[in-house]
C-alpha cells in the first residue's frame, strides 16, 4: 500500500475534516444525535446520504493548502 503524496496534510483535507465529523456523529449518543438534529429539522435517514454528499463535494474541490509549495 502506498500513501498519497500529501498523506501528512490529510488532516487539512476537506474530505477527511468531513469523515472525522462523521466518526464523532457515529459516536455521539443517540439521544444527542435526535435532539441535535430536530434543532435543523433533518430526519435520520437522511444523515448517510448527506455525510456521503459531504464527504463526494469536498474531493472535487480544489484544495491548494494540501499540496508542497512550489520551490521558490
Known sequence: M???PEAR???RMLSVQIAGLAVIWGAMP???Q????SLVG?????????MGLAVIVARL???PKTRDAPPA
Open 9 to 11: 496534510r490529510a488532516w
Open 42 to 50: 433533518i430526519g435520520p435517514e437522511r444523515i448517510p446520504a448527506i
Open 30 to 32: 443517540p439521544d444527542q
Open 2 to 4: 502506498k500513501l498519497i
Open 61 to 63: 474541490i480544489d484544495q
Open 34 to 37: 435526535t435532539a441535535i438534529l
